[in-house]
């Protein structure tokens, strides 16, 4: 889970984490730390926040595809706008909650 809001990656990390077939979950709000530790170790899944203050998560999902990361990849965003603006760039679905 990486995200700015260090509130909002505790809540994710704390619902993610009680399901069953979870065996761990880490919360990192520095992009760079993250990076740090997704490269030394394994994840099936990355949860990323689109918007990282100094940096996204478009960006980061593009440094970690170059270190080798093949796993899957989820977006969160609170920024209605960051649907429009990113979601033709990434190529990818958005599922509005």
Request: charged fraction near 25%.
């Amino acid at each position: 889970m990486v995200d700015d809001h260090p509130i909002v990656g505790a809540a994710v990390k704390s619902t993610i984490g009680q399901l069953p077939y979870i065996s761990a979950v880490d919360s990192e709000p520095s992009a760079e730390k993250a990076l740090q530790l997704a490269t030394s170790q394994h994840y099936d899944l990355l949860v990323l926040d689109v918007d990282l203050g100094d940096s996204n998560g478009f960006d980061f999902l593009t440094r970690i595809r170059a270190r080798g990361y093949r796993g899957k990849v989820l977006f969160l965003s609170a920024d209605k706008m960051q649907y429009t603006r990113t979601q033709h760039e990434a190529k990818c679905q958005w599922v509005r909650l």
